[in-house]
Every structure is written in C-alpha cells, then in structure tokens.
C-alpha cells in the first residue's frame, strides 16, 4: 500500500497520460473509448468539459505520482447523484489498495462535500475484478442490463450497481443525539457537534473539514480568515492549517481582541495574528491576500465564522443527520433550535429542510446580530446556495422557514450576564454539558425563554450544541 492516495482535479497536463492510458489495451478492455484516444482531440475535450459543474474529472496520485483516472458524471443537483467512474492507469499500482482509497475519497466528496444521496455505476458482467472493488466500497448491485451496450464488435450485457449516502456514511460517524429529559413538558434532546473528533469539535470543526477538504485538492500554500479572540472557526482553522504546516492568518477586530482559550491555541498554533479597528478589517484583508500573491503564495481565503456554501453545504449534510436519527428511531422532532452567528449554520439547516420539503421549526438564537440585518445575512445564503445548486425552492417557503430571533442578544457578542452564567453552571451540574457564554449557552438560555414565552407542551425539541467548549473554562472563573 502506498503512504499517500489523494485526488485532484484533471488538468491540461494530465492529457498525455490519459492518452496513454487509454490506449493500453491492458486498460481498455471495459473501457467504451473510440479508440485510438487522440491527444489533439483530447485538448478539445479538456476545454470544452473543464469548467462544467455537472461531471467532475480528477487525477489519482499515489506518493505524488499520477497513476489513474476517477471522477463523477451527470451529477444530478435537483437529484442529489451521480454517475461514478474509475480506470487505473500505471499497472504498478494496481492490486494494491489505490483503487480503493481513491474511491474512499471520491464518495467522501460525492457525499459530503456535494451533499448527494446516491452515487451509481454500470460494469459489463465479465468485469469481475472491478465488481469485487465495488462491492468492497459498498455498492450493491441493482440489476441486469441486457445487451446494454454495442462494444467492440458485440452486445455487451452490464449490471447497474449502487450505493446511497445511508448507506455509505454509517449512523456510527454521525455526531450522537441525546435525551436530556423534560423542558417545560416538552422532550428534549441534544446534538452534540461538540463530539466531532477534531479540535473540540464544534460547527466550525464541521465546516472546516469541507474548507480543507478543498484546500487539499488545490495547490493553496497558505490560510487568510477572519475572526475574533473568541472565535471557534479561528482556533479551529488555525489547527488543521498548522497541521498542514500551512501558515495561517487570522485578522480580527481589535475591538473583541481580549485574551481567552481559543485565542490562547490560535498562538499555540503558530497563527499570526493581526487586530486593527473594525472599520480597517476589509482593507486589510485585502492587502494581506494582495502580499501574500505578491511575494509569490497561493493564499486560500475563508470568511468570518467559514461564510459561503461550503459552510452552508456542512449544515445542510448536519440536517440529513437529523433526518436519518428520526428514521432509525422513528420519532420527529417539532423544534430544533441552534445558536446563529454568521449565518452559515442556519443556512444550511434551512436548506436541508427545504430540499427535504418537511414541516418543523427550525429556531435560530442569534447571538449577535439584531434583525433585518441578521435574518437578511441567513435569507442571501439561503438563496446563494440554492442558486448554486440549481434547486428552485418558492420564496414564501424561504421566508417562512426562516425563523431568526434576536429576542435573547443580551448586551451583545462575548457579553455573558448571570442569567447566561447560571444557564451554563446548571447544564454543566445537571447533564455534564460544557455550555459557553459567546454561543452555547446564550442560545440555551433563549431557547428554554422561547419555550416557555411560546407557552410550548408536548413538543420534540432538539437542541444542537455548536461546540465552543475552551470558552466554557474562560467563563469557569465566574460560575
């Protein structure tokens, strides 16, 4: 097995070797190529396809070599699928697990990063080696197409296998959802984003996989973001990027620029670290990213709180999660209320909901920003993504099933009260919940208010817990 499988993008320079690998008549046995493939034609090819959203063409490297071809065509937004490919290409590399761990890799992004629900194939029935590869990944054959194809001179007989997201993402990985017990008479439960494996977990851990996952499939040699000395999203981009050994760095308001944990493992990251007023941020953004090209790096960019339809996207796969904890335990939660920051999170639960076209409230406890404004940031991501994702949704159900409230802000961002503190010492007493006064636990204080303003009983609630538990120890001093 090799130390290193990875997939990128197919680019002008992979020409000659696809050439050449799909002439070898070692690898076009099953192939359905008019051959010989030809390189001019195959430029033509590669300029037509390179920028269609609807089919994906990457490379597989092993140790930094190229040795194959995988990818994703008719992907199917509105469908949520996508037709799966593979051809190996270097013998040397075949019957060695590459395969394997490619696939891994492109179902990961099919999956994850696309958020699709089933991803297909068809494989003539002589094809046995490459249907052991696919029933190892999981597809499960679905039947027998006869005399599909006319193929070198002969009907050839295939058989159409597939795999879904369920199927492929076991409930096991998913983020665990908890009962607390009675609010108010009204069940309530818990998810706990806090318990993704990596960096204390968090929305920002969620997002940031996709982020990186992104980051790893360019030749970006360095981070730029934005954010506070309390912000999850910095801590945790700064880790994967040290991780890396990628520089990163965070600019931030030197308004909210006070000591705290995460700011603490953002130096312990080896993050640089720039405040100046908020009105100087933008520009200095831009002259920081304009620097970097200039002194000849590839900086890779990220937005307060990881803004944008990747982020967007991490919350839409987080309420398929939901979505399938109700099917496995056949119950339905009538609220779900979350902690809305940035926006992205919200965004991307609301458009789960949206594409799934089900009934529930969906509640967002805004921790800082006051309506229109911050109802308005959700509403343009919303509408960004589903734009991207070609899926028509009716404005009236947009608007309806964005519920921002901004009723529960207190004196602001990174403002605790003693009402936010004796919220967070009694979930830490009472359920051994680390909940924190930026986040968690303002949003767990307006969600009980919310229940019992509402005068709610007999309703499934659903609390997510967004992460944020260095700064629980920041506000441990004052419980």
């Not at 002589?126 to 190892?136: G, P, T, V």
């Not at 977990?201 to 040699?221: P, S």
């Not at 159900?397 to 009402?419: E, H, L």
Request: contains cysteine; glycine residues 8%.
């Amino acid at each position: 097995m090799c130390e290193s499988i990875t997939i990128r993008k197919f680019e002008h320079k992979d020409i000659a070797n696809k050439v050449r690998w799909i002439n070898d008549p070692e690898n076009n046995r099953f192939l359905h190529y008019d051959l010989p493939l030809e390189y001019e034609k195959t430029c033509i090819w590669f300029e037509k396809n390179k920028d269609r959203t609807d089919r994906y063409d990457a490379v597989i490297e092993a140790d930094g070599q190229a040795v194959g071809l995988i990818g994703l065509l008719s992907i199917d937004h509105k469908n949520r699928k996508a037709e799966y490919y593979i051809s190996m290409g270097e013998p040397a590399y075949k019957g060695k697990g590459v395969a394997s761990a490619a696939s891994e890799l492109l179902l990961d992004y099919a999956f994850v990063t696309l958020g699709l629900e089933k991803v297909y194939l068809y494989t003539e029935t002589d094809n046995i080696a490459a249907q052991k590869l696919f029933r190892r990944l999981g597809f499960k054959e679905e039947g027998v197409l006869k005399k599909d194809l006319f193929s070198k001179g002969k009907f050839v007989d295939r058989f159409a296998y597939g795999i879904t997201r369920d199927e492929y993402l076991p409930l096991s990985e998913m983020t665990p959802i908890q009962c607390l017990g009675d609010l108010d008479g009204n069940p309530l439960f818990i998810k706990r984003e806090d318990l993704l494996p990596y960096s204390f977990g968090g929305n920002k851990a969620r997002k940031a996989q996709l982020f990186f996952a992104d980051i790893d499939k360019g030749n970006y040699d360095c981070v730029v973001t934005y954010g506070t000395s309390h912000s999850n999203h910095c801590r945790v981009i700064a880790n994967m990027a040290a991780a890396r050994k990628m520089p990163c760095c965070i600019i931030g308001p030197a308004e909210v620029s006070d000591q705290t944990f995460n700011s603490r493992f953002m130096e312990l990251f080896g993050a640089e670290i720039v405040s100046v007023p908020v009105e100087q941020v933008h520009d200095t953004i831009e002259n920081k990213l304009a620097e970097l090209k200039r002194a000849g790096r590839n900086p890779y960019f990220i937005a307060g709180g990881g803004h944008g339809n990747l982020g967007t996207q991490a919350y839409v796969n987080c309420y398929e999660e939901i979505c399938r904890y109700e099917r496995e335990n056949q119950l339905h939660f009538d609220y779900i209320f979350f902690a809305s920051g940035t926006g992205t999170t919200q965004a991307g639960l609301v458009c789960g909901q949206l594409m799934h076209g089900d009934d529930r409230n969906l509640v967002g406890i805004s921790i800082a920003r006051k309506n229109p404004r911050g109802r308005d940031v959700v509403i343009d991501s919303i509408h960004t993504y589903l734009t991207a994702k070609k899926c028509e949704v009716a404005e009236e159900r947009i608007q309806d099933r964005t519920i921002f409230v901004d009723d529960y802000i207190g004196d602001g961002y990174g403002i605790d009260n003693a009402d936010i503190e004796e919220t967070i010492k009694n979930a830490m007493i009472q359920y051994g919940i680390p909940l924190d006064s930026t986040y968690t636990g303002k949003a767990f204080l307006g969600m009980k208010r919310y229940i019992r303003e509402a005068g709610l009983k007999g309703k499934r609630v659903l609390f997510i817990h967004t992460g944020g538990t260095p700064l629980f120890f920041d506000d441990l001093g004052r419980l």
